[in-house]
């Protein structure tokens, strides 16, 4: 599944981006007074009560290794439990934790029989 909605909402929810590879620290010394000042009234449009939202949820916020590395790549790993026949609309949840990993190794054991199948 597509990552960048869960992305958007997860920067809106904690005020954490994540899945982006950190920069070094040339690169914000090249950013101009423009994007300065934008990133800067982004920040200002916050009011309060919102910055004491995401300061209380980053006290309870955990993130899992293996879901932070999906989020890097694009791509999330989702089990869909739509009904067979719905048309436009898939619903679902994303896995985590010991179901996750269950299925991570599934996919690394059938890319590693296609690899050795296409060797011989």
């Given at each position: 599944?597509?990552?960048a909605p869960?992305?958007?909402?997860?920067?809106?929810h904690?005020g954490v981006?994540i899945?982006?590879?950190?920069?070094?620290p040339a690169?914000k010394?090249e950013?101009?007074?423009?994007?300065?000042?934008?990133a800067?009234?982004?920040?200002?449009?916050?009011s309060n009560h919102v910055?004491?939202k995401?300061?209380?949820?980053q006290?309870?916020?955990?993130l899992d290794q293996h879901i932070?590395?999906?989020?890097?790549?694009?791509?999330l790993l989702?089990?869909?439990s739509?009904?067979p026949?719905?048309?436009?609309?898939?619903?679902?949840?994303?896995?985590?934790?010991?179901e996750?990993?269950?299925?991570?190794?599934k996919?690394q054991r059938k890319k590693g029989?296609?690899?050795g199948?296409a060797?011989?």
């Amino acid at each position: 599944v597509d990552a960048a909605p869960f992305k958007q909402w997860y920067l809106q929810h904690y005020g954490v981006e994540i899945g982006r590879k950190k920069k070094a620290p040339a690169a914000k010394k090249e950013l101009s007074e423009g994007d300065a000042a934008a990133a800067a009234a982004e920040e200002a449009k916050k009011s309060n009560h919102v910055l004491r939202k995401i300061e209380n949820r980053q006290k309870e916020r955990t993130l899992d290794q293996h879901i932070e590395e999906q989020f890097g790549g694009g791509r999330l790993l989702a089990a869909i439990s739509s009904r067979p026949g719905q048309c436009g609309r898939s619903d679902g949840y994303i896995l985590e934790g010991k179901e996750l990993e269950f299925y991570m190794k599934k996919l690394q054991r059938k890319k590693g029989k296609g690899a050795g199948a296409a060797a011989k």
